[in-house]
């Protein structure tokens, strides 16, 4: 049975998956910048197959953080090989330059083109907000970015004079009565209409019938409020990549 570890390396985790033949057993998610704790979390997975080298495939949208993941990955024994350099994505490609594109970006669309068959929007929520769209038939169509949740807190507070930095949970009221709580309305709230009204744009554009589904790390806090997601697929990501390596035939 072919055992593959899958990793998404981006800019704020890590998210790791331990494929067993198309089976997902064990996924974990990490700060990227906390690297003794995902290179550990990662040796616990090597330690769960039955190779000391099990296929490795990965994706970062950080080229600054590339070498030094690989050098983490080799030193736990692993020959990783990315997305987009040693394997290319098998879709066809409307955006210009393709070059231009986050290779997490291609690999959600290859993973819902290929789970779903139909029209879909896979909703990425983390450091950023990207909509990548397939028709279900091997295209990407391309898609929209926005300013994640976290970036939209950290810029309030360091583009205003007297703004503390907002916790960002959850507000148990619209009509706030302190700073701190207007600040969860309006970035909870506001960030959940921002991504409901790009999807809402996106499937009038595309005028039919559209999936929608939600990955990336705060997909659970958001999906809620955004009734457009009808789903949310955290491993999204990872099962793209554990089928770049099926269908290139390649493993590390």
């Not at 985790?13 to 064990?26: E, I, K």
């Not at 007297?162 to 960030?191: E, H, I, K, Y």
């Not at 959940?192 to 996106?202: F, I, K, N, T, Y």
Request: a positive charge; one cysteine or more; charged letters at 25%.
């Amino acid at each position: 049975m072919r055992e593959l570890l899958a990793l998404n390396v981006g800019n704020t985790s890590v998210q790791a998956g331990l494929f067993l033949g198309d089976r997902l057993c064990a996924t974990g998610r990490w700060l990227r910048k906390d690297e003794a704790a995902w290179v550990e979390g990662i040796r616990g997975f090597v330690r769960k197959t039955r190779s000391e080298t099990p296929s490795c495939v990965a994706a970062t949208v950080v080229p600054k953080a590339r070498s030094r993941v690989l050098r983490s990955l080799r030193g736990l024994g692993l020959r990783p090989l990315l997305a987009e350099i040693d394997l290319r994505v098998p879709l066809r490609v409307r955006y210009r330059p393709r070059s231009s594109l986050g290779v997490d970006r291609l690999v959600n669309g290859l993973a819902a083109d290929r789970i779903y068959r139909r029209p879909t929007i896979v909703v990425d929520i983390g450091t950023a907000v990207t909509l990548d769209i397939v028709d279900g038939q091997g295209t990407f169509l391309g898609g929209c970015i926005a300013p994640g949740l976290e970036v939209l807190a950290s810029a309030l507070h360091t583009g205003t004079a007297q703004l503390p930095l907002s916790d960002l949970r959850r507000p148990r009221r619209v009509v706030a009565n302190t700073t701190r709580g207007g600040l969860r309305v309006g970035l909870g709230l506001g960030f959940a209409g921002l991504v409901s009204r790009l999807v809402q744009a996106s499937v009038e554009e595309l005028g039919g019938d559209v999936h929608v589904v939600a990955t990336g790390g705060g997909a659970p806090r958001v999906a809620g409020d955004v009734p457009e997601i009808v789903e949310v697929r955290d491993a999204l990501t990872l099962e793209g990549l554990a089928r770049l390596s099926s269908e290139t035939g390649r493993t590390g």
